[in-house]
C-alpha cells in the first residue's frame, strides 16, 4: 500500500485566498478516483516556507492523504493531477508525497 500526501496551499501565490469551492471540487475528486480521505483541519492549517527565485514564500496549507494500492496506476494519477492542480489553482509547484505503509 501507499499514502500519498497532498500539501495543498490555502492561498495563491500572491497572497490571496484560495475560494472555498475550489478545495471542496479537489477533494470531491479524489473522493470519487479512489474513495475516501483524511483532511488536516482547516482551522488549523500546516505552514511551509519555500524559496523560489530569490523571493521566500509563506503559505497555509492543508494535508490531503490518500491510502491507495501501490500500483502504477496511482502514481501516473498523482503525477498528472499535480500539474492539474497548478494550474487550477494558478501555484509554482504543488508538494506530493508518498510513502510505502503497511496495514495493521
Known amino acids: 500500500m501507499k499514502r500519498y500526501e497532498i500539501y495543498l496551499p490555502l492561498k495563491y501565490n500572491n497572497g490571496k485566498e484560495i475560494e472555498p469551492g475550489k478545495i471542496k471540487r479537489i477533494r470531491e475528486d479524489l473522493i470519487a478516483v479512489f474513495g475516501a480521505l483524511t483532511v488536516s483541519s482547516l482551522s488549523a492549517p500546516y505552514q511551509g516556507s519555500w524559496k523560489y527565485g530569490g523571493v521566500t514564500f509563506l503559505d497555509d496549507i492543508i494535508k490531503?492523504?490518500?491510502?491507495?494500492?501501490?500500483?502504477?496506476?496511482?502514481?501516473?494519477?498523482?503525477?498528472?493531477?499535480?500539474?492539474q492542480l497548478k494550474r487550477f489553482l494558478k501555484q509554482i509547484d504543488i508538494l506530493i508525497t508518498a510513502q510505502d505503509i503497511r496495514i495493521i
Open 64 to 83: 490531503i492523504e490518500i491510502i491507495t494500492t501501490e500500483d502504477k496506476k496511482a502514481e501516473r494519477f498523482f503525477k498528472d493531477f499535480k500539474e
